[in-house]
């Protein structure tokens, strides 16, 4: 299988707090994850690429200091909401890609992050 | 930068009906994924395409990868009302970025 998980699923935080989610593939090893947000009823947004023991691609106005993600073994990637303020408050959803059909992406469940 | 378009927005059936829905781009994708999203969860992956003019089924689920490269479509058949959601196309182009695009989405609501 191809099993994703992310925590927390949920996360309700202060403003100027920072937030840490976590993306786990489970069952296999992932060099390349990706993270995205979405906004009720709209579709996934990329915020970046991250690889595997380098530093993360970010996707054009995503704020990279905002926004840290790291990727530090095979099967791990965080995003880390600093400084979190309301308009942060979105739907955090992870991805993994698969080495074994290189085109396909496995998501996780999501995170909803709630800043107040 | 590429765009997928996707229709229709929503739809509202009656249960045992057949659904059909469509993305086109202006651009050429190699692979076509098509992910279901339920309510407060991630998109799981339904049917994955690699190859123009590929169908492929997955149970009541067809899809198709057009020929010209630029456009799929997904038909549900004999829907059921566990068919709910929110289903999208992504597309992911020739660049070995691995980033995928999404269409828009198109929700569907079965009435029993």
């Known amino acids: 299988g191809a099993v994703v998980s992310q925590h927390p699923s949920w996360v309700i935080c202060k403003s100027g707090t920072s937030v840490k989610i976590e993306c786990r593939s489970l069952?296999?090893?992932?060099?390349?994850m990706f993270w995205y947000r979405q906004f009720p009823k709209q579709s996934l947004m990329l915020m970046a690429t991250?690889?595997?023991?380098?530093?993360?691609?970010?996707e054009q106005g995503v704020e990279k200091d905002k926004f840290l993600i790291n990727h530090a073994s095979l099967t791990l990637s965080t995003l880390t909401v600093t400084s979190a303020h309301p308009e942060d408050s979105s739907f955090y959803i992870c991805?993994?890609?698969?080495?074994?059909?290189?085109?396909?992406?496995?998501f996780g469940p999501g995170t909803r992050l709630t800043v107040l | 930068g590429q765009q997928l378009n996707q229709s229709p927005q929503s739809m509202f059936i009656q249960e045992g009906e057949d659904v059909s829905m469509n993305c086109t781009s202006s651009?050429?994708?190699?692979?076509w994924l098509w992910y279901k999203q339920d309510p407060g969860e991630g998109p799981v992956l339904l049917i994955a395409?690699?190859?123009?003019?590929e169908l492929t089924s997955n149970g009541r689920l067809t899809a198709q990868f057009g020929i010209t490269r630029k456009d799929s479509f997904l038909n549900i058949s004999a829907s059921i009302p566990s068919d709910v959601g929110i289903y999208f196309c992504?597309?992911?182009?020739?660049?070995?970025?691995?980033?995928?695009?999404f269409g828009q989405g198109t929700t569907l609501q079965v009435k029993p």
């Open positions: 991805s993994a890609r698969v080495t074994w059909a290189y085109n396909e992406q496995f």
């Open positions: 069952d296999f090893q992932a060099t390349t």
């Open positions: 991250s690889n595997e023991g380098s530093k993360a691609t970010y």
């Open positions: 651009s050429i994708f190699n692979t």
């Open positions: 395409l690699y190859k123009a003019g």
């Open positions: 992504a597309g992911l182009g020739s660049s070995n970025t691995g980033k995928l695009i």
